[in-house]
């Protein structure tokens, strides 16, 4: 049963609208979460991430909001642009402790029209 | 600055046979890590390094071995390989002691195909 989830496989949005991609997760003991963004043939990229003590973190353009009660957490990202189309991990791990523990979901893949 | 490398960039093997990847970072990290990607499942990770010398099991370790001789070398070996090892495998590297806190930075990835 995967504990992180990404129940898009993908999407597609304009140009300069918002895109928000969605999280969920199943083991409340998680209190740290992290997205990567990957492009083809490279490796992911650390994008942003928060800690549980905090319900959003922004950077820039991207702003991921954690709905603890929910278990979920979506990244928001305005304005989109098309070097955003990338394909997405959501990622939890129970503390900061220890880099082992992280679960990474499937993927969301982001496509940005013109 | 290279950060991570990846060798080679894609494989076939023949199932049976040994294989080592290798991953080489340049940037002191403490932190060592190999991860495989398989459609509609993720990253996982296989196993890691948090230091030179020592090394652990991640989610996803039967099959493969790592070694750790020093900071910047971290191979993965199939020792046998069997077909549901084709995967896209990265190396990834975190400095500090590989706290999930610590940016962990990824290498371009080998897609290895087992037949």
């Known amino acids: 049963d995967q504990q992180v989830k990404q129940n898009s496989p993908s999407l597609s949005v304009q140009e300069g609208r918002i895109s928000i991609l969605n999280c969920d997760y199943t083991?409340?003991?998680?209190?740290?979460f992290l997205w990567y963004k990957k492009y083809p043939a490279e490796g992911p990229t650390f994008l942003i991430s928060?800690?549980?003590?905090?319900d959003k973190n922004e950077d820039g353009r991207f702003t991921v909001f954690l709905n603890k009660s929910a278990k979920h957490l979506s990244l928001h990202i305005v304005p989109s642009q098309p070097g955003d189309s990338a394909v997405y991990f959501c990622?939890?791990?129970?503390?900061?402790?220890?880099?082992?523990?992280?679960?990474f979901g499937s993927g969301t893949r982001l496509s940005i029209r013109p | 600055i290279a950060g991570i490398t990846q060798a080679p960039t894609s494989q076939i093997l023949a199932a049976g046979r040994r294989m080592t990847l290798r991953c080489t970072q340049d940037?002191?990290?403490?932190?060592m890590y190999w991860y495989r990607q398989d459609l509609g499942l993720g990253l996982r990770l296989i196993h890691y390094?948090?230091?030179?010398?020592?090394?652990g099991k991640g989610e996803v370790p039967d099959g493969y071995s790592v070694s750790r001789a020093n900071t910047d070398d971290f191979p993965l070996t199939l020792a046998s390989a069997v077909p549901s090892q084709t995967s896209v495998y990265f190396c990834?590297?975190?400095?500090?002691?590989?706290?999930?806190?610590?940016?962990?930075?990824f290498g371009p990835g080998t897609r290895l195909t087992v037949l």
């Open positions: 928060i800690s549980s003590i905090k």
């Open positions: 990622a939890a791990t129970p503390g900061y402790s220890s880099a082992s523990k992280i679960i």
């Open positions: 940037m002191r990290h403490n932190a």
């Open positions: 990834a590297s975190s400095d500090s002691g590989g706290g999930a806190s610590d940016t962990q930075y």
């Open positions: 083991n409340s003991m998680f209190d740290y």
């Open positions: 390094s948090n230091t030179a010398g020592t090394t």
